[in-house]
Every structure is written in C-alpha cells, then in structure tokens.
C-alpha cells in the first residue's frame, strides 16, 4: 500500500465481509502530541482469539482461495505503525464486531502519507449501499481545531428509495465529502 | 454535511426521472476491493466508475465493490452483470479502460473485448 488512505480501504473492506451493518471511522490527527489515530470499528461477525491470532500474523494464509479470509492486509497496516514509534490494537467479540485501532507519530520520517482519504471514504460507502457509515475526521492544529462528520444514516433517510449510485447523489457526496476533508487540512500532513 | 435541503431536490428530481423510465438497474457493476487489487489500482478504478456515471447522468446502473475477488494477477477486476446475460469480467483495468466500458459497454451495450479476461 502507497499510502495509509488505502490501508483504511482495505480495513473497511474486511469490515464489510465481516457482515458489518455499521462501520464507524474516525480519524484524528493532533499536532501537539504529534500522533496520527485511525479507529474503524463495525458490528460484523467479529472473530475468536484464534482467529484474531492469525489475522495479524503475516504468514497465516489458508489460501483455499474463496476460503481465505484473512491475508497481509492487517499486518502490513500493523507493521507500518509499529515502523513511526506508534502501535496497533485489535479487539474483537466473536457476533459482536471488530474495533482497530493504529496510532502513528504523526512526524516520524517512514509514516507513510495519509492519501486521498476522499477517494476511499466515497467510494466505500457508495460501493457498500447496503452498509452504513460514521465518519468523524479532526485535526488538532496548534492553534485551531478542524472537524468533518458524514453519516450516511442520515443521507439515506433523507433519500428514501433513490439509490446511492444516482448521478446526482453521487456529485451531492463527492463533493461533500472531497470538501468536507480538504476544509479539515488532513490532506496536507 | 451539506444543507438536507438539496438532498430533498435530489430525491424530487430522482423520483420523477424514476416514474418517466420505469426501470430499475439494468448493469450492475462490481469493483474486486481486495488487499491485491487495491495495492494495484482498484479504487482509482471505482473512483472512475462513478465518475462516468455522475458526468453522463446514467440513471439504470447499480455499482458496488467488494473484497471477494482472487484473481490477483489480474487485478484490478471488474463485473459486469446484465440480467439475463453471461457476466462479464474484465482484467488490469485502469481510469482510461474503465472510459471505453462504460461508453461501449454500459451505453452502448457493447462488450469491449480487448479487456475481458472471463465470461460466465
């Protein structure tokens, strides 16, 4: 992965083939501690110790192709914030769900770029119609706090039955959300 | 997020376009996500999809992604499914490949051949 924005696609795509319902992002970037979180937290299937073990060892792969379900996914994320002085947690409760959790020192020189956020948020919740998101980004700068909040909850109430991938939905949330993220500044670190 | 106030026109100006075309989806478009073909491209692709869909107004199509693909030397992969039609699947596709389907096959119902690795 090039960057930490493809690292959280790939988060919400186990999130979403875990059965999630609900997906909660957040992203917080503070430059006074000088830390970089990302929390993804669903209401899948969730795993057993067991299997939690071999989603985070990079070489577990039961590779019976549509059987596989875990891969190098977590573990490269893991190593990468292990890699900027920064850690990595994964609880789960087996029907319960998933909550991750990678923190990086926001200044270490091998912290990978955050990306385009935007692109993998607008294309995980329309590419997951059935699936809802919360996500919360803020920055903390020395001097002025950023915040953006999109629930698709509430778009979809407000939609009905006009489905996500609507020409004119589809620029509502693009630009919402490529807003919405630029205003916070996160692009730049 | 925006004023719910355009959301409401959005969904006035979906429902009377819905009424006028009678129709449901006629493609469904899947984007494999998986960790191989994000690594090589995927969400450039899906990015691009929905793109196309916003600029040219395609009101019948539905587009999804998901992580269950495993053709990793192919990737990025894309679905193509048409109701009562063999589903298409196209390989390595990219922003520009992802142009020509959408103008040949999604408007103009036209299978672009080059780029398809699988029928079924």
Known sequence: MQDLSLHLLDIIENSTRAGASLIKISIDADEKKDVLKFKIEDNGSGMDADTLNNALNPFYTSKESREKKVGLGIPLFMQNAELCEGSFHVTSKLGKGTDLEAIFKKSHIDRMPVGSLADTIIGSLIGHAETDFYLKITHNTRDEVFEYEFDTRVLKEELGDIPLTYPDVIQYIMEDVNNGIKNTKMGEI | ?120
Not at chain 2, 4 to 23: C, G, S, T, V
Not at chain 2, 25 to 41: E, L, N, P
Not at chain 2, 115 to 120: F, G, H, L, M, V
């Open chain 2, 1 to 120: 997020m925006k004023t719910l106030a355009d959301l409401r026109k959005i969904r006035e100006k979906a429902q009377q376009d819905m009424k006028l075309r009678n129709a449901g989806s006629r493609f469904k478009i899947v984007v494999g996500m998986g960790t191989s073909g994000i690594a090589m491209g995927a969400r450039e692709v899906m990015k691009t999809f929905l793109d196309e869909i916003a600029t040219r107004q395609i009101v019948d199509v539905v587009v999804s992604q998901t992580g269950e693909k495993g053709l990793s030397s192919m990737e990025p992969v894309v679905d193509i499914i048409e109701e009562g039609k063999e589903t298409i699947t196209y390989g390595n596709m990219n922003s520009e490949k992802v142009k020509r389907v959408v103008s040949e096959h999604i408007v103009n119902g036209q299978p672009v051949n080059d780029y398809i690795i699988s029928r079924d």
